[in-house]
């Protein structure tokens, strides 16, 4: 998924100064990935550590780590069932079609997040992963839904992320949804997701690797990927506006005057030895800020990194495509 901040393209520069500030193999430590976004950082770690934690406040990352950190079986398992689920006819009522009735033009909505088609399938195989819920049970349903986000974010209308949606369908919208399950590396470690402030789970958890990759800047994740969550959660909700917003939640990490408070209450109530925080050069918080605070709670050091920005910027802006990713590290006595 073309999410905003992902560190799919860092994963190694990740692993080689995380094993390298810690000085030994990582294959006893618990690793937690407090904002797992994707869940790319914390499944790369899944079979490198003896257990990962990952926690996002977004119920839509929640449903992807659940996928990829819990789930144990032979995903092809579920291979008829997903051609059944691709095959399945719309129902008569669309009364009850959430994307359809919000997000496609056939239904008056004047949004046009889907093509009409694609809207129907989504609300389609949604509605049907629900009712296969109990039969199927937890992890399969997870992985399901997972599947569902993953394969409707393909054929998305939009430029990148649910901001907005575009006024002509672009080619990829054109193409019909495919379900496709995204495949996870099976592993019998306890692993654990959770859906909450990082803020106030840190005060519930503890281990040794604590990976930090908060939002930069105003940019707030429940916005740009309201659709994403609307898949998930399938409630009653009223779309606001042209963009057809549901209510989302705010981040202390998203403004000036509350970010670097959250991150000093993060790293202050963190039971975790070594903590190491991605954070871009151009964020809410000054290299300078970070510093100070961590070196209220122990040993600091800094990693950079240069690389090609999120490519929603580049669009906007061609100067800026390639930025610093700063990894900071914290060792607590
Ligand atoms: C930069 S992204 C993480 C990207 C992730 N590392 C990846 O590779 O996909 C930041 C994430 O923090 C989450 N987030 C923002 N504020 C949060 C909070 N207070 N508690 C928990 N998660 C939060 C957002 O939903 C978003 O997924």
Same mark, same amino acid.
């Not at 961590?294 to 950079?304: L, N, S």
């Given at each position: 998924?073309?999410? &905003? /901040?992902? !560190?799919?393209?860092?994963?190694?520069? +990740?692993?080689n100064t995380i094993t390298d500030c810690i000085g030994k193999e990582l294959n006893h430590l618990t690793f937690c990935d407090a904002f797992a976004g994707t869940g790319t950082v914390g499944s790369y770690f899944k079979n490198?550590?003896?257990k990962v934690i990952a926690n996002d406040c977004e119920y839509y990352s929640f449903v992807l780590n659940q996928n990829l950190l819990n789930n144990n079986f032979d995903i092809s398992? +579920?291979?008829?069932l997903v051609s059944e689920l691709n095959q399945l006819s719309e129902k008569k009522d669309k009364q009850q079609y959430k994307?359809?009735?919000?997000?496609?033009?056939?239904?008056?909505?004047?949004?046009?997040?889907?093509?009409?088609?694609?809207?129907?399938? &989504?609300?389609?195989?949604?509605?049907?992963?629900?009712?296969?819920?109990?039969?199927? /049970?937890?992890n399969k349903y997870f992985c399901l839904l997972a599947g569902l986000l993953e394969s409707a974010d393909k054929v998305a209308?939009?430029?990148?992320?649910?901001?907005? *949606?575009?006024?002509?369908? !672009?080619?990829?919208?054109?193409?019909?949804?495919?379900?496709?399950?995204?495949?996870?590396?099976?592993?019998k470690n306890q692993n654990e997701v959770y859906h909450q402030d990082t803020n106030e789970l840190i005060k519930k958890i503890s281990g040794d690797i604590l990976y930090l990759d908060p939002p930069y800047n105003h940019r707030e994740y429940g916005a740009n990927y309201h659709i994403l969550n609307t898949i998930a959660y399938y409630d009653d909700f009223t779309p606001k506006g042209k963009t057809g917003l549901r209510q989302y939640n705010k981040s202390l990490w998203c403004k000036k005057n509350t970010a670097a408070m959250a991150f000093e209450d993060l790293i202050k109530n963190a039971e975790f030895k070594y903590i190491f925080l991605s954070y =871009?050069?151009?964020?809410? &918080?000054?290299?300078?800020?970070?510093?100070?605070?961590?070196?209220?709670?122990? !040993?600091?050091?800094? *990693?950079?990194?240069?690389?090609?920005?999120? !490519?929603?910027? =580049?669009?906007?802006?061609?100067?800026?495509?390639?930025?610093?990713?700063?990894?900071?590290?914290?060792?607590?006595?």
């Open positions: 998924m073309n999410y &905003i /901040g992902s !560190k799919f393209s860092l994963l190694d520069f +990740l692993e490198k550590t003896a398992e +579920l291979d008829e994307i359809y009735q919000h997000y496609a033009l056939g239904s008056g909505s004047e949004r046009q997040y889907f093509s009409d088609e694609n809207a129907i399938k &989504i609300d389609t195989i949604r509605t049907e992963i629900e009712d296969l819920r109990h039969e199927v /049970g937890e209308n939009t430029a990148s992320v649910y901001g907005a *949606f575009l006024k002509k369908l !672009k080619k990829s919208a054109e193409k019909p949804l495919i379900l496709k399950l995204t495949e996870f590396s099976p592993n =871009n050069n151009e964020g809410i &918080i000054s290299p300078e800020e970070i510093k100070n605070i961590c070196q209220k709670y122990g !040993k600091y050091d800094i *990693f950079t990194k240069q690389y090609r920005r999120f !490519k929603a910027d =580049n669009a906007r802006n061609h100067k800026a495509n390639q930025t610093v990713e700063y990894l900071h590290f914290i060792e607590k006595p």
